[in-house]
């Protein structure tokens, strides 16, 4: 009998050490958000997903989060009118800061931007954060990365890629505080509207300055030709930021790539399917990169815990 019970109790041993062991190995699986970080730098990501870019913005979270192989560390300040925790698991939480917000057209959406930094200047003190970056929520990730490609300056802008025109599509209206004289004596760079960002205090000053540009415009009721792209590279053909190169831009990131998902993204009506988000909650892990919701085909090929 004696015998019989430290069998039993050889076996429980044995089987608890297979599940501890294996328990070890899943949690070094997680995403590297979960390895130790650098004290002295740490990345804010910006992500405004107001209405119909609610899931282009979570998919580019979700794939950042699974892709991002750095020392240091991220918090992503997410601006939706739809709670994007409730889609994220748990243990991620930390890493992601909800805003609620409300936009009635495309339009407030786009020239919010500035706006969003400043009013959570507080917040990226309290949590520490250094450097600041904002990405439009139509972005998508390719492949692993780390931060030396974009975390080059204290003012960061990124080269567009239809920069290799000639005539840049700068704003000529002269009124306009986005304004660029044809017969500008200074070098030429067009650059993205869906990527900036830098040093904390030097996008917060970048901000205010666009902000007060936004304010004179209108107070003549104009609008720039390229919203607040246009606002964007007037600061900048006058302040040269350090420029992340369409080439090297795109080895890591696609702009613009709706990737799969229907509807017109200037409409302001939630064109998602309850279903999928439904389906989303449930499997929170879900890192979606295809999907057709027309055809409700939903596939997750990478998870936030793959061993890529």
Known sequence: MATKNK???IILLAINIILIYHLVKNIEKFSTFHKKKRDDKKIGVIIIATNSYFLLGLRFMKQWMHYYDSDIGCKFYFFSDKNVLHYVPKN????????????DKWEDATNSKFQNFINIESD??????????????DTTVKKKFDHKWFMIGDLVGGQHYNDHT????YDRNFMSAAYIPENTRLPQTYYYGAFFGGKVSNVMNFCRKLIQNQQKDKKINYEPIWNDESYINNYFHYNKPSTVLNKDFEKYFTISDK???????KDIKNNWNDHYLKSLKKDKDCVFN???????KYECPYSLYSEE
């Open 7 to 9: 069998l039993f109790i």
């Open 92 to 103: 991620f939480h930390k890493f992601v800061r909800y805003i609620e917000t409300r936009h």
């Open 124 to 137: 990226l003190k309290r949590d520490n954060i250094t450097d600041i970056f904002y990405f439009d929520a």
């Open 166 to 169: 000639k005539e840049k599509p």
């Open 259 to 265: 990737n799969g998902f229907e509807g017109h993204y």
């Open 290 to 296: 295809n999907l057709n919701i027309k055809e409700k």
